[in-house]
């Protein structure tokens, strides 16, 4: 894949701004601002885990006020050195999923640790880490596995008071 272009800042008084490239047209695109960084981190998440999802990696940088000016906080050249030719594909199949017929328990099990997967990562996103690595990926399937619900929301409840989010409920 071909390297995109530099990032220039967004137009306009200084705030925190999310842009994506759009590789088809080598440009940048606002895709979330806001006068506050964790509104913008949280639509960064959602973006990325979205995208990765459907297969495909996002290319984003964040730019934020400072000085009165624009200072960029976050570069794909950052994250590409950080990782080196991965790239977050799907998920690996389970055990259970070898056979064409798959019974009732394992079907629920298997969904009960999807959502389990999914209040860590969301948890993880509210406490500001919304730019998971692949072997971050790993370890959360890795504890959604082993857990059970109760101290799933314990842990996400933890992650939450350590960022300092109000507890939603």
Known sequence: MPEPSPC?????APRWVAMVHDATRDSW??????????????AVGEMTRTVRARGAELTLALWG???????LYDAPEER???????????????????????????KLSERMANRR?????????????????PEDGAAVRA??????????RRVAHWLAAAAGVPAAG
């Open 117 to 133: 997967h999914q209040v860590l990562t969301a948890a993880l996103s509210r406490a500001g880490l919304y730019d998971l690595a």
């Open 65 to 71: 006020p400072e000085g009165g000016g624009w200072r």
């Open 8 to 12: 220039p800042p967004p137009s306009g």
């Open 80 to 106: 590409a050195a950080a990782e080196p030719g991965e790239s977050a594909g799907p998920r690996e199949p389970s055990e259970t999923s070898e056979t064409s017929e798959t019974s009732e328990p394992d």
């Open 29 to 42: 695109a606002p895709a979330a601002q806001s006068p506050y960084r964790t509104p913008v981190l949280y």
């Open 143 to 152: 504890l959604a596995g082993r857990l059970d619900e109760p101290t799933v």
